[in-house]
């Protein structure tokens, strides 16, 4: 078994705004293209476009209708990959040590040259955050594109996680979580960021800022549309004022 470290220098992880979040899968598809092209061995993506597609992703997005107590129904879209947990069980039931946790700065990560493919941290993982690849037969999980944060070649902007450089609605916010002055622990703190099921006592590092409820429904295209006629008019007009003068 693996043991998880005692103290990690940082705590690197992602804060999703569930009010931002528009569900357009960007993300998803910014990791699968990086994580295909470089970091490890490569995601197998196998007919891709026919009777019988297979292949790994390490990054999801779910979307849910819900009724606050207050106000209409809405569609929250929930993305979901590796929370990083800081009490990982994916690690500790490892029986070869492939599935780690780094002193720098606590990423979850696999060694694929020691992974057996045996599913344990899969059956560990309370999230369902890990996947076997079925080309390969070993583990897959988000890495927080670590090729990308520890790449000093890369420009300072670029050195966050695909997912959160893509977002077009910058519902993903990368930082450290240990830091109190960190972008990411003044959102956690301003908005009440949440942890995922709790109970599990896994403590995952990723956060999630819930959705705010709205004071009223805003039609966009309200300014954009002709006043509508509050009286009637042509023959349900005549037929309306008639009858109002027979009552």
């Known amino acids: ?19 931002t979040c528009v569900g357009c899968h960007a993300c998803v598809v910014a990791c699968k293209a990086w994580n295909t092209e470089n970091y490890g061995a490569p995601l197998s993506d196998t007919d891709a476009h026919g009777a019988t597609p297979s292949g790994a992703w390490l990054n999801r997005v779910h979307s849910y209708e819900v009724t606050p107590e207050a106000g209409p129904p809405r569609i929250v879209h929930f993305p979901k990959s590796c929370l990083h947990c800081q009490d990982a069980p994916c690690v500790t039931v490892c029986p070869t040590g492939a599935s780690y946790k780094r002193t720098e700065d606590g990423i979850v990560l696999v060694n694929e040259a020691e992974c057996i493919g045996c599913g344990l941290c899969a059956w560990a993982c309370p999230y369902g955050a890990r996947e076997q690849d079925p080309s390969q037969k070993v583990m897959k999980k988000c ?52 942890d995922l099921a709790p109970e599990q006592g896994t403590r995952p590092v990723n956060k999630y800022l819930p959705p705010r409820q709205k004071d009223e429904e805003i039609d966009i295209l309200a300014p954009l549309l002709a006043p509508v006629d509050q009286e009637p008019g042509g023959f349900l007009g005549w037929l309306d004022r008639t009858l109002d003068r027979l009552g």
């Open 143 to 194: 890495t927080l594109c670590v090729d990308r944060i520890d790449n000093h070649n890369l420009p300072e902007i670029d050195r966050e996680p695909a997912c959160v450089r893509t977002c077009p609605a910058k519902a993903r916010h990368f930082g450290d979580l240990s830091d109190p002055e960190s972008h990411v622990s003044r959102l956690v703190a301003e908005r009440g960021g949440m």
């Open 1 to 19: 078994m693996t043991d998880l470290p005692t103290h990690t220098e940082k705590t690197l992880g992602l804060v999703i705004d569930l009010d």
